[in-house]
């Protein structure tokens, strides 16, 4: 995402499926070299080392800041080309989106790089077993061999 000026980006973004808004964090603004002045109404972010303004927000009712849209330009993040590719053949393996590569069987299919340390969300659901039943500590060899006190104890009179 970009601000007044092309060369400020929000690097190293995250990807929160059914989010419905972006959020920016103050404190990784701030490590990026800006300070945040906030007001009753708005909301200046600053460069520390010019003071120059590098964008503005309005508060609104719900106390949320939100950046000016006429004046900043907001830009849709690239999702990871080796994930998007891994999610449109059906969360294939990578290893395989790899050997597809190789053999050029997918038109216009980027270089894929294995990425074994992370797993996506559907693929760690399709991986989840049930924990199996435990074994019996007694076997019977005839009906009513083992009988289990189901209810009691009874009053007979």
């Known amino acids: 995402m970009c601000l007044n000026n092309k060369n400020i980006m929000a690097g190293n973004v995250l990807l929160v499926e059914d989010m419905e808004h972006n959020l920016l ?3 990784q603004i701030c490590d990026k070299g800006h300070y ?3 007001y009753s109404l708005n909301c200046q972010i600053r460069y520390v080392k010019t003071n120059r ?3 503005t927000t309005t508060r609104t009712p719900s106390n949320i800041y939100i950046l000016d849209e006429n004046k900043e330009d ?3 993040g690239n999702e ?3 994930w998007l590719w891994h999610k449109r053949l059906g969360n294939i393996n ?3 989106l790899i050997q597809l590569n190789k053999k050029e069987a997918i038109r ?3 270089f894929i790089k294995n ?3 992370s797993i996506c969300k559907q693929c760690q659901h399709g991986k989840q077993t049930r924990v199996k039943f435990k074994t019996k500590e007694y076997s019977t060899t005839k009906p009513l061999e083992l009988i289990l006190d189901a209810c009691g104890p009874m009053r007979t009179k």
Do not use: K, R
């Open 25 to 27: 964090s103050v404190s």
């Open 36 to 38: 945040m002045i906030f």
């Open 53 to 55: 303004l590098v964008g």
């Open 74 to 76: 907001c830009y849709l």
């Open 80 to 82: 990871d080309e080796n």
């Open 94 to 96: 990578f290893e395989i």
């Open 108 to 110: 216009d299919l980027p």
């Open 115 to 117: 990425l074994i340390i």
